[in-house]
């Protein structure tokens, strides 16, 4: 089982389910360093980030193939739409004949995590290579994906949202509610304080028409937010549904910048 560091899994998962984590990478000053891996800068605001090459897939993957004794890999990454990853993991698996199958999740950050973490379960329980990658499928596409941010310049200088959306909401001193659609971040609808928008978050996720099974609250230099955020969830939501806090890592916070809140919700 092979995904990337968007996924946002607790190292103690990954530990557990044996998972590979591909670091994607964070260029700062002219230097490439490795997510989870190298020391990154603590501030952000003039870094840039890049996907895993097509090498270092390549090497996780056949290592990953080795491990499985030649049973095949799945490798679960995060969506196209947000990254030059998926074309680095599909020239790496075409390297490796048809035994790497790639699941793209058309999300990222927990949206990512639970499906790479079902697609372990399953493969840990004896699961076909087949009835893995659907599993990762299916974890994937239910999933939903909810994000406010304190400001919108950093994904718009990366590219992860429109200029137009970008600028209204700088002009209107909007807090934006986004969620990710079809593997895209676009605008949900528009509050305007970040107190609505916190409560935006927490009825989309209540709303849901399907069951909720888990739900991750992200955050970048707001832990006292998310915390609130992840406090009024467990009230509205029913007891014992699995919910965790975390920050979101540097390549992801690098494009959302700090202030951030976000919620990712599993629904199968």
């Not at 092979?2 to 670091?23: F, G, M, Q």
Request: one cysteine or more; aromatic letters at 2%; charged letters at 25%.
């Amino acid at each position: 089982m092979v995904t990337d560091s968007s996924c946002c899994l607790d190292p103690e998962l990954v530990e557990r389910y044996d998972i590979r984590v591909v670091p994607l990478h964070v260029i700062a000053d002219g230097v490439e360093l490795r997510e989870g891996v190298d020391d990154l800068p603590a501030d952000l605001s003039g870094v840039t980030t890049s996907g895993p090459s097509p090498a270092e897939l390549t090497q996780a993957y056949a290592d990953a193939l080795s491990d499985s004794g030649g049973d095949g890999v799945v490798a679960v990454h995060l969506s196209r739409e947000l990254s030059g990853t998926w074309s680095a993991a599909r020239y790496a698996a075409d390297a490796l004949g048809d035994r790497v199958q790639l699941v793209d999740s058309r999300t990222t950050a927990m949206g990512l995590g639970f499906a790479a973490l079902a697609a372990a379960e399953a493969a840990r329980s004896g699961a076909s290579v087949r009835e893995v990658y659907d599993r990762a499928v299916e974890v994937a596409a239910h999933s939903r994906t909810l994000l406010v941010v304190d400001r919108l310049d950093h994904l718009r200088r990366g590219g992860r949202i429109g200029t137009a959306t970008a600028l209204l909401g700088t002009a209107l001193a909007m807090k934006p509610v986004l969620h990710l659609v079809d593997g895209r971040l676009v605008l949900r609808e528009k509050t305007r304080t970040m107190t609505k928008a916190m409560t935006k978050l927490v009825d989309g996720v209540v709303d849901s028409a399907e069951p909720v099974t888990a739900v991750a609250v992200h955050h970048r230099e707001a832990p006292e937010r998310a915390e609130r955020l992840a406090a009024e969830l467990a009230e509205r939501l029913p007891a014992g549904i699995p919910l965790s806090v975390s920050e979101l890592d540097a390549v992801l916070g690098a494009h959302v910048g700090p202030g951030a809140v976000g919620v990712v919700v599993s629904r199968a």
